[in-house]
């Protein structure tokens, strides 16, 4: 089994943390500072575990802002050049990797009255781990100097840096409070996306398409006219970009983002979709098995998505859209297509017994469906 990802905090976390921040000032209480963090640790999940953390460096560190700006930033191992970030652990050389997490909950914490100084740890600390959760609070305390640093930090040498420029100020990042004036309003960002959209980095590049994507949940035309700037003549990386960028609005069935992708056109066809078995327990899997006739007189691109409409407490369905495939069909041509659709219990959905509709999505239009019943 695989090891829990909250682990990835741990005691030996706690060590080095401890070991480093002294080494970076003598007068650092360590001893506190580990009976702090270690006390009641091992029963918390990954996202309690960082701010547990944080609090014993807040009863640790030095009260001054400032100086404890200067013992976090000698505390950081150094720099790591291109490597993933993911890959980076704390070791003797200083701390990376999950080790950062804490430290960059005490900046957003503690640094809010210094945000010039506390913009400048975060810089450090995000090509050690990252920063975008710690930023987040700077984007609503202090926009002006926020973007102004943004717009900066979009064309430093470091892929992480320029990374946390477009990351940071998502307006829906998992796990980072929703930036409210953001959503409402996306437009300060931009400049930033289109600066970014071309970056040498496909992790930067990354980071641009799941923003727009976000931007598109809640303002679906301004994504559409940006496909409709950017798409035409764009590079390979620019439209793989863009592609991931439309994901949503593509399951959605966007007629201008189907458009601009060459699959506004309505299927001329005929669809079925067949679900096996038609009993699956929890835990088990689904095989969807669709055959395609074309009755077109050319050539047809299609982007296929399907829904499964998952029963809820109350006994009323919720659809959920999964990527299906793109392809294209020839004129006259059959084609049948496979997919085993997992039931495997997971931490963002809990599932119902009951009767699952899956429907079957050909150029954002449902043209097919069947059923299966679930059992738990």
Not at 83 to 109: D, I, K, T, Y
Not at 201 to 214: C, K, P, T
Request: charged content about 25%; hydrophobic content about 45%; glycine content about 6%.
């Amino acid at each position: 089994m695989a090891e829990p990802f909250k682990n990835l905090i741990n005691a030996e976390v706690v060590r080095l943390m401890r070991h480093h921040l002294q080494r970076a000032w003598p007068g650092f209480d360590g001893a506190r500072f580990a009976a702090l963090a270690g006390h009641g640790l091992e029963s918390m999940e990954l996202k309690a575990r960082a701010q547990h953390l944080c609090a014993a460096l807040e009863a640790t560190l030095p009260a001054d802002f400032a100086a404890a700006a200067d013992v976090i930033e000698a505390s950081l191992a150094p720099t790591p050049g291109d490597e993933a970030l993911p890959a980076l652990r704390a070791g003797e050389h200083g701390l990376a990797g999950w080790a950062v997490w804490p430290l960059a909950e005490f900046v957003a914490r503690r640094g809010l009255a210094a945000p010039e100084r506390a913009l400048q740890v975060l810089h450090a600390i995000t090509q050690r781990f990252t920063a975008e959760w710690a930023l987040r609070p700077f984007i609503v305390a202090h926009p002006v100097l926020a973007f102004e640093t943004l717009h900066r930090w979009s064309r430093d040498p470091s892929p992480h840096v320029r990374r946390l420029a477009s990351e940071g100020s998502r307006p829906r990042l998992p796990w980072g409070m929703q930036l409210k004036g953001l959503i409402a309003d996306p437009s300060p960002t931009l400049p930033l996306l289109a600066a970014l959209q071309d970056d040498e980095s496909e992790y930067v590049r990354r980071s641009v398409a799941n923003h727009l994507n976000d931007i598109a949940k809640d303002h679906p035309a301004l994504v559409a006219e940006w496909l409709e700037t950017h798409l035409p003549e764009a590079t390979a990386e620019r439209r793989a970009l863009l592609r991931h960028a439309s994901r949503t609005l593509i399951k959605r069935g966007d007629a201008r983002v189907l458009k601009a992708w060459g699959l506004g056109r309505r299927f001329a066809g005929e669809a079925t979709l067949a679900v096996s078995p038609k009993r699956v327990v929890l835990g088990g899997a689904v095989e969807l098995r669709l055959t395609l006739h074309s009755t077109a007189k050319r050539t047809q691109k299609l982007a296929i998505d399907y829904a499964v409409h998952h029963v809820k407490a109350d006994g009323r369905a919720s659809a959920k859209v999964f990527k299906g495939w793109v392809l294209e069909l020839a004129p006259g041509q059959t084609r049948e297509l496979i997919k085993r659709h997992s039931m495997r219990p997971v931490t963002t959905r809990r599932y119902h017994a009951g009767r699952h509709v899956v429907d079957l999505r050909i150029n954002g239009e449902v043209r097919a469906e069947a059923a299966f019943d679930l059992k738990l």
